[in-house]
């Protein structure tokens, strides 16, 4: 089994690939994912006063739903997901799926030469259903624990103000947010797991949850800002 790149707070974080990191892990030993992959964009900040650089694996090249299905096998059965993004997840051992829009109640910039600006991301919240058969007979039709409405709506700050936070990349989700989340599909000292854990607003959440949590970040720089954040709660 690998060694922690942090262990604190009921979180542990692992540095490398999910891909060779998660099949190391006890087979169905966390209780829910949450979790924001690259979306092929490459995505890099050109308007800020630090220029952020490009985010790992965001070329397009990585194949998101076999790293989900990666991830699933560390997942316990009927257990939910959350993945956000545009990503196609159908090849994923999911039973019922449901699309939710995260509101960041603010424009971004987007394609310029359109009136229209993105305003919104989308959530898939699945659930974990691993045997086919299971899947064919139509198992995994739960709710999350606290039926709520599709919408989710959470301010993002703008990216001036990103500029001083823990959290530098625009595409980082907000720890409110994401608390939402984890609340809604997991109980009080259960394991949450991000196999794309970034700078670790999930891991936050999960710990601010009282949950535990468990992390895989590809790059070291976001491994070592994820380190420090967990390390400044109290």
Not at 139 to 168: Q, T
Request: hydrophobic residues 35%.
């Amino acid at each position: 089994m690998a060694t922690p790149y942090y262990e604190g707070h009921g979180v542990q974080l692992y540095l490398g690939d999910c891909r060779e990191v998660l099949p190391t892990l006890p087979r169905e030993s966390v209780d829910l994912i949450v979790t924001d992959p690259p979306y092929g964009k490459n995505w890099q900040s050109g308007r800020r006063k630090n220029t952020l650089g490009p985010i790992a694996h965001d070329d397009g090249t990585l194949d998101v739903a076999a790293c989900i299905t990666t991830a699933c096998k560390v997942l316990r059965d009927k257990r939910h997901l959350y993945v956000f993004g545009p990503a196609d997840l159908s090849p994923c051992p999911f039973g019922a799926t449901a699309e939710l829009i995260w509101d960041k109640e603010i424009l971004g910039a987007g394609d310029l030469t359109i009136p229209w600006g993105p305003q919104h991301e989308p959530i898939t919240f699945a659930v974990h259903i691993s045997r086919p058969s299971n899947r064919a007979a139509g198992y995994g039709r739960l709710a999350a624990r606290l039926r709520k409405g599709s919408v989710l709506r959470v301010p993002r700050a703008n990216s001036g103000a990103l500029e001083d936070r823990h959290n530098p990349h625009q595409s980082g989700k907000p720890v409110h947010l994401l608390r939402q989340l984890i609340e809604s599909s997991s109980c009080l000292g259960e394991t949450v797991l991000d196999p794309f854990a970034g700078h670790g607003p999930t891991l936050i959440a999960a710990a601010l949850e009282g949950r535990n949590a468990i992390g895989v970040e590809l790059d070291e720089a976001c491994a070592e800002q994820a380190a420090k954040r967990l390390e400044g709660l109290v």
